[in-house]
């Protein structure tokens, strides 16, 4: 098994709707833009989707997308969010289940939770369990590899230079595969090649790499 590397990448962009990689997602990200939508606005969200639940692996964009809503929380925010259900003691779940009853009780905002495991797989006190269980439920599908590629390409095309397919593919080898992880990597290249004023090549690559692990 290929060893991934730990780089000192910086901060990643801040996640939004936008540049969350949609592959097989789309009918997830077209809800969470209707309600992101009355989120700004401060319009009521439709009864369906006041209660949503994300699951899926480590890695496949469940705390982005919870950010990305809850980026403008405040006075006028309707959106509550609630990541890493499934990781939560007894007091976390007391405070879920709390969280749950008072957003149902005021008609205006909504909940959006996340977490590893389907809801009834979810090791939680049964009252907070059937509750996910009963929310609008979407399993967030990992992109493939050739999506990731693809994503690399474009985040490098929106930086300006095109990627050599031979060096998105190690770098999909050697890095963690989070599209998080691999967009601050396009970045940190980038910044990397235009410092040494020379193209991005393989052996430039292992000249970041050497650079870059600590």
């Not at 439920?137 to 990731?148: E, R």
Request: avoid cysteine; hydrophobic fraction near 45%.
């Amino acid at each position: 098994m290929t060893q991934q590397l730990i780089l000192d990448l910086g901060a990643p962009p801040a996640p939004t709707l936008d540049n969350f990689v949609v592959g097989d997602n789309v009918a997830l990200v077209a809800t969470l833009r209707r309600i992101n939508l009355a989120n700004d606005s401060s319009n009521p969200i439709d009864l369906e989707h006041r209660f949503l639940y994300l699951w899926g692996d480590s890695g496949v964009g469940k705390t982005h997308l919870l950010r990305a809503l809850a980026r403008s929380e405040g006075k006028h925010s309707t959106i509550q969010t609630l990541d890493d259900v499934d990781r939560l003691d007894s007091a976390g779940q007391q405070a879920a289940f709390t969280q749950w009853i008072e957003t149902q009780s005021a008609p205006h905002r909504g909940l959006l939770i996340a977490g590893r495991w389907p809801p009834r797989d979810l090791k939680l006190r049964e009252d907070l369990r059937t509750r996910i269980g009963s929310a609008l439920v979407f399993k967030i599908q990992p992109l493939t590899d050739a999506a990731k590629l693809a994503a690399l390409q474009a985040a490098s095309w929106h930086r300006g230079f095109k990627l050599p397919d031979e060096i998105a593919q190690k770098l999909l080898d050697l890095l963690p595969r989070d599209l998080g992880s691999l967009g601050a990597a396009i970045a940190a290249l980038d910044r990397f090649s235009l410092e040494r004023k020379r193209a991005i090549t393989l052996p430039l690559l292992r000249e970041w790499l050497q650079h870059e692990v600590r």
